[in-house]
Nanobody, 113 residues
Framework: QVQLVESGGGLVQAGGSLRLSCAASGIVFSINTMGWYRQAPGKQREWVAS?????SYADSVKGRFTISRDNAENTVYLQMNSLKPEDTAVYYC?????????WGQGTQVTVSS
C-alpha cells in the first residue's frame, strides 16, 4: 500500500531554515508528482509546492522554499529558508495513485518571532 512518512519538522526562529523529508513507498516514485501542503491552526490546508518533472510553488513561499526529489531514495524534500512566523503549520506530503490521494501523517513546523 502507499505510505508517505514525513520528518524534519521542529521549532526554529524567524529567519531560520528547516528541511523536510517525505519517504514514499508503494508507488512508482519516479513518475509520481509529489506535493507539499500545510495547515495552520484554524485554517484550511493549502498547497505549498509540487514537483513532477519540474517544481512549482505557491506565491507565499516562492524564492524561500525549494522542493526537490531523489528518485533513487524515493524521497521528496522541502528546503525552507527565511522562515516566517506565518509559515507555522503542520506540513503534509501528498501523492496520487489511480486517482486516489494519499497523505502522510504530517510534521509540525513552528517559527517563533
Amino acid at each position: 500500500q502507499v505510505q508517505l512518512v514525513e520528518s524534519g519538522g521542529g521549532l526554529v526562529q524567524a529567519g531560520g531554515s528547516l528541511r523536510l523529508s517525505c519517504a514514499a513507498s508503494g508507488i512508482v516514485f519516479s513518475i509520481n508528482t509529489m506535493g507539499w501542503y500545510r495547515q495552520a491552526p484554524g485554517k484550511q490546508r493549502e498547497w505549498v509546492a509540487s514537483i513532477g518533472n519540474s517544481p512549482s510553488y505557491a506565491d507565499s513561499v516562492k524564492g524561500r522554499f525549494t522542493i526537490s526529489r531523489d528518485n533513487a531514495e524515493n524521497t521528496v524534500y522541502l528546503q525552507m529558508n527565511s522562515l516566517k512566523p506565518e509559515d507555522t503549520a503542520v506540513y503534509y506530503c501528498k501523492t496520487t495513485k489511480f486517482g486516489r490521494n494519499y497523505w502522510g501523517q504530517g510534521t509540525q513546523v513552528t517559527v517563533s518571532s
